[in-house]
């Protein structure tokens, strides 16, 4: 087989990752491969290729069930027979590891938002993109209140607006799922939407309390 430099590059990447973590007497894979995985932190964040939760919390393997999706993005609950892929994700976490908490991480930059700002015609277009467009539709909610009320702001002001406001957005989202419901009710899970600048590196997350966004 011939691959291009992109893909030799993953190979030879591989190899490293196989001497440092598979030929040592250190093989972190020995227990996760006996015991199973065991995290008690679930993130759902952005597909973007810059953002990697274990790189910016520092975690080791097996410490974090992570969900990537475009703009991470949560939908609400539907009781409907068809694919689901963020919502299984969910139901697989909360009811069958145990997880304790579930944070959504967006981030600046985003793509999806950016999008849904500069080209919201062409983005919610369901002819031309009609997973992109039904999946934005998501973020409308967020795109309208800016928007409503923040119309005379600048670009990059809007974009960061709809970013948080998507993010709240997505965690009312997320409590409207029964078992996660259950899970809270009962002391068992706790919810949290934070805000990642890729600029600096800092955190905000939201307190709903006051409905403001706080460094960590």
């Known amino acids: 087989m011939t691959f291009d430099q992109d893909i030799k590059k993953l ?99 985003c793509g999806g938002i950016q999008s849904l700002i500069e080209n919201t015609n062409q983005v919610l277009d369901k002819k031309n993109y009609s997973f992109v467009a039904k999946w934005m539709d998501l973020a409308k909610p967020a795109y309208d209140k800016v928007m409503a009320e923040n119309s005379q702001a600048t670009l990059e002001e809007k974009i960061i607006l709809c970013e948080q406001l998507s993010l709240a957005n997505s965690l009312k989202n997320l409590a409207s799922f029964p078992w996660i419901q259950r899970h809270i009710v009962n002391h068992n899970l706790s919810l949290h939407a934070w805000y990642f600048d890729l600029a600096t590196g800092i955190i905000h997350a939201h307190d709903q309390a006051i409905n403001s966004w706080q460094a960590l």
Not at 31 to 58: H, W, Y
Not at 79 to 106: M, V, W
């Open 11 to 109: 190979i030879t990447g591989n190899h490293q990752f196989k001497i440092k973590f598979f030929d040592s007497n250190n093989n972190i894979f020995n227990g996760l491969v006996e015991f199973g995985q065991k995290p008690k932190i679930m993130i759902i964040t952005c597909s973007d290729s810059r953002i990697d939760p274990a790189m910016i919390f520092n975690c080791q393997l097996g410490e974090l069930f992570v969900v990537r999706n475009i703009a991470n993005l949560i939908p609400p609950y539907e009781d409907n027979d068809t694919y689901h892929g963020t919502s299984a994700a969910l139901e697989f976490g909360t009811c069958f590891l145990d997880i304790k908490h579930i944070i959504i991480l967006g981030h600046t930059q």
